[in-house]
Structures are given as structure tokens and as C-alpha cells.
């Protein structure tokens, strides 16, 4: 009975991506601020720090939250990202610009430098959600973000904002086979934090994660860490799966509110650091995956005429893929986990959790 309530459910989100495509909705705009960063993750998609990163003037972004406010009906939300983007010296002028013409808007930070003044500030600049990464316990995160201190630094930063009526106090944490073994003393520790929710996602392989073979998931993994959010979601504890990946009828809805979309290019648009337009920020940076530059392209057009190559279904270019009893579903993943230059994907859980 669940099972054919999960396939009619699925087959209604086939048909409502399949509309998407022909309607896209912009439901959330990704700034870039920096890629600067002040920690050097084992694992970043892109490659902070080791980059230059090219900032756009402080009045680009004005006129794109301008021009964003005129020409769609409904305000997407906007989602501040980098590097650290509290690097950004401009950070609170942007954002409370953004506030002020009426915008929602929400943060990913690595923590460390959130102390109580700041999330003070970030209140008054009109943040509604925020999400602060912790990997591991104390030894692991540090080592993974090869930054000493860096874990009681985040940890402090969850303490200080929880003090403030923001909507949600969220912490990530991307799951290794370091740190598998380390779930119960996470929770534990979210528990106590009493954080709004606790999303859990495994190590992608993508960015430098792609020299960190030792430290992806295996077939064994992945089941006990599906199961294990599924255990607690039953226990009422808001625990979420990111939105990455089909991960088939037994987990579907069962680890995550809902079923698996990417939204890439159907809800998800990104100025990048540098000025570059795409869809979510972890996706390969590639020629066709660049949709143009706000310097000297119209975004709202973009938008509107752009992003061709995400408003298909990705299975339709891999021969295995196409084949896939499950193609309806999940249509190849998500794209940030896509090879281009090869066309298949990175990450199926096909055979692995199904």
C-alpha cells in the first residue's frame, strides 16, 4: 500500500518536473559573495582558497536585486554563499539593501566567525535561516576543514544564533567514512544544541573530494546511513537527507520530507563570485554549464532563455540511463553529481540502495 501511495506520489513529481521545465520558477537566487575562505576543507566543491576570487562591486548587486524585484512576481529567496561569506567586507550592505527592498534571505557558513555581535547584526540585517557546517566531533572536523579550533568556533556560532528568533538554526554535516562511526555522538551533540534541523549528507565526489577516495561511502555505508536518519525522523527528531539523489522506493519520503528534485535551473539560479550565471553553485563550472554574466548579460533573460541544458532530462544523454526502469524518477541524478565532460553520473544509488 505505501509502496503504490510513494510510485503515484513519484509519477506526479515526473509530470509537475516535466511542467517545470516548460515554466521554470524562480524560487531561489544564490550570491556568491567571495571565495575567499579562512578554512581549507578536504572536500570543497569549489576549491576555496586555492582560486582567485574575482568580487563583484557592491552596486552589481544592487541592481540585480533591483532588477530581480521588477521583473518577477514573486521574490525568490536569496542565498548567501562563498568561500565564508562573512569574509565579504561588504557583506552587511548587500544584504540589508536586499532587506529593505523586501527579500528573504538566508546564509551557509562555516561558523567561525559568528560571535554573538555578529549574529546580533545578522538579525538586524533581516536573516531568516541559517546553516552552519559541523563534519564530525571536535578531532574529525578540524582535520576535515584543517582548521584547529575551527569545530568549538562552529559550535559556539549555533550557541550564539539560536539565542536569536531567526527561523531556522540549521548544521550540515557531510558524512565520510571517517566519520560514519561518529553519528550517535552528532546527534547527541544536535540534541543538546537543540538545533531546528540536522541535514546529513554524504561526501560527494566532486571539487578536491575527488582525491579523497578513502573517505566516500560504500554500498554498506550508505544503508546504514539512510537508515539511520530514517530511525530518527520516525523518533520525531528533524533530521533530513540533503536533496541530492534518487535514493529509491524503500527511502524515498522516508529520509527527507518529500521526494527527490533537483532543482537546478526549475527553482535554482547563481551569480557566482565573478559574475558567472549557472544554476546550483556545486555544479561543475564548465562552458556549457556557464549560462553568462551579469557584467554584461540580463539575468531576467538569462533566466528566461538560458539554461537549456538543465531543463532536460539528464538521462536522456546516457545510454544506461535512458534505460533505467527508474529513468522516470530520478532522470540521472542531480546535476551537481553529473560527469560532463563524459556524460554519466558520479553518484547512483542504483543497485546500492535499490
Not at 548587500?94 to 561558523?111: E, H, R, V
Not at 553553485?281 to 538569462?302: A, C, S, W
Amino acid at each position: 500500500m505505501i509502496q503504490t501511495k510513494k510510485m503515484e506520489h513519484l509519477s506526479m513529481m515526473s509530470e509537475y518536473r516535466h511542467k517545470l521545465r516548460l515554466q521554470p520558477e524562480l524560487k531561489y537566487l544564490f550570491f556568491e559573495l567571495t571565495m575567499c575562505c579562512n578554512e581549507h576543507c578536504l572536500h570543497c566543491g569549489s576549491y576555496c582558497g586555492d582560486v582567485e576570487s574575482n568580487e563583484l562591486p557592491v552596486e552589481v548587486y544592487y541592481k540585480i536585486l533591483d532588477q530581480v524585484k521588477r521583473d518577477f512576481k514573486k521574490l525568490p529567496m536569496i542565498c548567501i554563499t562563498g568561500g565564508e561569506p562573512l569574509l565579504r567586507k561588504e557583506f552587511f550592505d548587500i544584504l540589508s539593501y536586499a532587506k529593505k527592498l523586501g527579500y528573504s534571505w538566508g546564509m551557509t557558513s562555516n561558523g567561525t566567525l559568528i560571535t554573538d555581535e555578529v549574529a546580533a547584526k545578522l538579525k538586524d540585517a533581516g536573516m531568516k535561516t541559517v546553516s552552519i557546517s559541523i563534519d564530525g566531533m571536535e578531532e574529525s572536523h578540524d582535520a576535515f576543514r584543517q582548521t584547529p579550533g575551527g569545530f568549538r568556533k562552529a559550535v559556539d556560532a549555533v550557541r550564539n544564533l539560536l539565542k536569536y528568533d531567526f527561523k531556522a538554526v540549521q548544521v550540515t554535516s557531510v558524512i565520510t567514512k571517517k566519520t560514519i562511526g561518529e553519528l550517535d555522538r552528532l546527534f547527541a551533540l544536535m540534541e543538546e544544541l537543540d538545533v531546528d534541523s540536522w541535514r546529513v549528507v554524504n561526501l560527494e565526489p566532486i571539487g578536491r573530494a575527488l582525491q579523497l577516495k578513502d573517505y566516500m561511502l560504500d554500498k554498506e555505508d550508505y544503508r546504514y546511513l539512510m537508515e539511520y536518519i530514517r530511525s530518527k525522523r520516525k523518533e520525531g527528531y528533524p533530521v533530513t537527507y540533503g536533496c541530492s539523489h534518487y535514493v529509491g522506493l524503500d527511502y524515498e519520503r522516508e529520509v527527507r520530507n518529500w521526494y527527490f528534485l533537483c532543482t537546478a535551473g526549475l527553482y535554482t539560479a547563481s551569480i557566482m563570485a565573478n559574475g558567472d550565471i549557472g544554476a546550483c553553485l556545486d555544479i561543475e563550472r564548465r562552458p556549457e554549464t556557464i549560462m553568462g554574466n551579469v557584467l554584461k548579460d540580463d539575468f531576467t533573460q538569462v533566466w528566461l532563455k538560458g539554461f537549456d541544458i538543465f531543463r532536460k532530462p539528464l538521462s536522456d544523454m546516457n545510454e544506461e540511463c535512458s534505460r533505467c526502469d527508474s529513468r522516470y524518477f530520478c532522470e540521472g541524478g542531480a546535476h551537481h553529481s553529473w560527469d560532463y565532460a563524459n556524460n554519466k553520473p558520479l553518484v547512483c544509488f542504483k543497485n546500492v540502495l535499490f
